[in-house]
């Protein structure tokens, strides 16, 4: 089911948590809503919710106009950051009692909880049903919570920062698996995150937000290889950022005039005797620091009074070194 909102706007005081936010969320794909904290990107999943009043603007679920409808009347649900599983509960009953109260009859209920289960790859967990939310992991909690979300087969589903709780190695894996739920089910999902790794390798679309804006929405590998904006470009992946212009040569020169933007992937590290290839940029600086990353290294070089990163799968001497990035990997910003 196609989301759309229209001139979204929601004020708390004097803090504009939504400016006008014209947005659509195709139909079956999963768009992620990524920014800062505090970019409005809660806000906005709020009001697709319900829990949240604009102050003006309006919000359509398909052809429904949905701006004054009472959450649940919604055909939404939603996925929280602290699993809001009910602890007194069994995970059978999580699921059956959303059921209930829609009236499912009671011979559908045992198949629908075990289907949604199964949706989430819980079904092979002994006992599951009968178990209690503290008996089980933080990746199963949120799974559990899931599988409450879609076992109403809601026509749209809502997530905010559904992993955040969890540690880094079950995030990798519950992602996968929302991933592969949306997909299955062909659901329209909504997902809000702070984590722009995260936001890229999940969805179908990201929506960049700054300060209660739309910076830039598109597929993900459109919008960081042609971001619109510094903000945006910066924003995603290891970014680097100069207050520089390009002479004529590719020469990266200090000046207050622009602003380079380019990747810490991008840079290739080369001798100073080496010249630059045609069609690239380049700035001479010394390596002043290595890291090592697991996959690869990450160099720190020191360009005047700046330090940017470069990454290689080698490690790199200290030193004197030519940076180089090809002309198409940079991203050049007048000043205003
Ligand atoms: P985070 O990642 O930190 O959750 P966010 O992008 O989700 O940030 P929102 O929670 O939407 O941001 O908040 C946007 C702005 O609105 C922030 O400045 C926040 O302080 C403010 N805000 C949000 N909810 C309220 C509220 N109930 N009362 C007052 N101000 C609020």
Partial sequence: MNVRVEDLTKRYGQVTALDGVSQAFPSGALTAVVGPSGCGKTTLLRCLAGFVAP??????MGDRDITYAQPQSRDAAVVF???ALWPHMTVFEN?????????????????????????VELDRVPGIGER?????????????????????????????????NLDAKIRHRVRVEIRALQRRTGITAIYVTHDQEEAMSI?????????????????????YAQPKSPFVAEFLGSTNVLAAVMGPD???????????????????LASLQEPAPAGSAWVDGEVVDVLFLGAGYRAYV??????????????????????????EKVFAFGRD
């Avoid at 102050?55 to 359509?60: A, Q, S, T």
């Avoid at 959303?98 to 289907?115: F, M, S």
């Avoid at 020469?251 to 810490?264: C, K, M, N």
């Avoid at 330090?307 to 090809?326: C, K």
């Fill in 55 to 60: 102050d003006r603007g309006r919000l359509w």
């Fill in 81 to 83: 950051q602290s699993y």
């Fill in 95 to 119: 699921l059956a009692f959303a059921l209930r109260l829609r009236k499912v009859p009671r011979r559908d209920i045992e198949q629908r909880v075990r289907e949604a289960l199964d949706l």
């Fill in 132 to 164: 209690r939310p503290r008996q089980l992991s933080g990746g199963q909690q949120q799974r559990v919570a899931l599988a409450r979300a879609v076992v109403v087969r809601p026509q749209v589903l809502l997530l905010d920062e559904p992993l955040s």
């Fill in 203 to 223: 969805a179908d679309m990201v929506v960049v937000m700054e300060g209660g804006r739309v910076a830039q929405a598109g597929r993900p590998e459109e919008v």
């Fill in 250 to 268: 590719g020469r990266i020169l200090p000046s207050a005039a622009g602003s380079l933007i380019f990747r810490a992937e991008d840079i290739q």
């Fill in 302 to 327: 020191r360009v005047g009074e700046e330090v940017i990163m470069a990454d290689h799968r080698t490690p790199m001497p200290r030193g004197a070194v030519r940076a180089v990035i090809p002309l």
